[in-house]
């Protein structure tokens, strides 16, 4: 009986030369084709299932700094322009977003006056046009963007953070401005950010998504600390002169919006530490408020203050 031969796996059944080659021919092939096939999804997804516009739209979007997203955006709004009688205000936000600080109102009122029933867009422009010193204009887009949907107290707190700044001498700017904050504290409105311009595809987790959540959140913020510290310069200088009427009802308005805003949906950080700051302020005038009042602090208003004061050095 003849002994069987050996075999080699590696070479084919029997050492056959020409299937092992085949073999490795067939593997190479197969990684070829997925590679290709990579490819071609690769290219689909970043040149045929987008328009250009909406392409340079998602890149600018998702770069990670301003000065590219803005060439990008550029771009996109030009082509928008080109191809559509009516152009996307989209584009022009984002753009507006990462505008330079000379070109970031125009961008503004370009993409508002398309899209003006946009109460979110309203709010970013007001806030906007209040941080270049367009008090009046600011108020204007406020009250705007309290007309339109979804219904939000955000709107209100900044008419009257702004009121003290608009050019009306008649006006008593301090009980007007805190009879518009007491209106939407009495309304059962919740407090509502803007959340940044995203594509619909993509995750909102990411650290980039985040740091526009924080930059909003920042715009927005900064008429209500202006506000604040007015307010607490009037209640200081007040009280140093020991005129203390109506006072605890007006610091009690402002700490209310405070905890309104530290409540808000979908609160981030810098929401809470507003919320907390404004809270803060009003609660440690309250109280001394309260001592020239002839009347003892209550206890509760100061273990609130102290709960608010190591919430907000955390």
């Given at each position: 009986?003849?002994?069987?031969?050996?075999?080699?796996?590696?070479?084919?059944?029997?050492?056959?030369?020409?299937?092992?080659?085949?073999?490795?021919?067939?593997?190479?092939?197969?990684?070829?084709?997925?590679?290709?096939?990579?490819?071609?999804?690769?290219?689909?997804?970043?040149?045929?299932?987008?328009?250009?516009?909406?392409?340079?739209?998602?890149?600018?979007?998702?770069?990670?700094?301003?000065?590219?997203?803005?060439?990008?955006?550029?771009?996109?709004?030009?082509?928008?322009?080109?191809?559509?009688?009516?152009?996307?205000?989209?584009?022009?936000?984002?753009?507006?977003?990462?505008?330079?600080?000379?070109?970031?109102?125009?961008?503004?009122?370009?993409?508002?006056?398309?899209?003006?029933?946009?109460?979110?867009?309203?709010?970013?422009?007001?806030?906007?046009?209040?941080?270049?010193?367009?008090?009046?204009?600011?108020?204007?887009?406020f009250r705007e963007a309290a007309l339109h949907p979804p219904e939000n107290a955000l709107p209100g707190y900044l008419q009257a953070a702004?009121?003290?700044?608009?050019?009306?001498?008649?006006?008593?700017?301090?009980?007007?401005?805190?009879?518009?904050?007491?209106?939407?504290?009495?309304?059962?409105?919740?407090?509502?950010?803007?959340?940044?311009?995203?594509?619909?595809?993509?995750?909102?987790?990411?650290?980039?998504?985040?740091?526009?959540?924080?930059?909003?959140?920042?715009?927005?913020?900064?008429?209500?600390?202006?506000?604040?510290?007015?307010?607490?310069?009037?209640?200081?200088?007040?009280?140093?002169?020991?005129?203390?009427?109506?006072?605890?009802?007006?610091?009690?308005?402002?700490?209310?919006?405070?905890?309104?805003?530290?409540?808000?949906?979908?609160?981030?950080?810098?929401?809470?530490?507003a919320g907390l700051r404004i809270q803060l302020q009003a609660s440690t005038f309250r109280e001394q408020v309260a001592q020239l009042d002839s009347s003892a602090p209550d206890r509760t208003s100061i273990t609130k203050r102290m709960k608010l004061e190591s919430a907000s050095s955390?």
């Open positions: 009986m003849k002994p069987r031969s050996r075999e080699f796996p590696e070479l084919g059944f029997g050492g056959d030369h020409t299937g092992a080659r085949r073999t490795r021919r067939a593997f190479r092939l197969c990684v070829a084709a997925v590679v290709l096939f990579a490819a071609t999804l690769w290219f689909s997804e970043c040149f045929l299932r987008y328009p250009s516009a909406e392409r340079l739209y998602l890149s600018g979007l998702t770069l990670p700094n301003n000065e590219s997203g803005r060439v990008m955006l550029r771009q996109a709004v030009k082509i928008d322009n080109e191809k559509n009688e009516s152009p996307s205000p989209k584009y022009l936000q984002a753009l507006a977003e990462r505008e330079e600080s000379d070109k970031i109102l125009a961008a503004y009122k370009t993409a508002y006056e398309i899209d003006p029933r946009n109460s979110f867009l309203a709010i970013r422009y007001g806030c906007c046009l209040f941080a270049h010193g367009e008090a009046a204009a600011a108020l204007d887009r702004v009121l003290p700044w608009v050019d009306e001498a008649s006006r008593d700017r301090l009980a007007d401005s805190l009879a518009l904050v007491a209106r939407t504290n009495g309304s059962n409105e919740s407090v509502i950010f803007p959340r940044p311009l995203w594509f619909p595809t993509l995750p909102q987790g990411g650290e980039r998504y985040a740091e526009l959540r924080r930059q909003i959140a920042q715009e927005c913020c900064a008429p209500l600390y202006r506000y604040t510290d007015w307010i607490a310069e009037a209640a200081a200088s007040n009280i140093e002169k020991r005129r203390v009427h109506l006072w605890n009802s007006r610091l009690e308005t402002l700490e209310t919006m405070g905890e309104r805003i530290a409540a808000s949906r979908g609160s981030g950080t810098i929401q809470a530490i955390n």
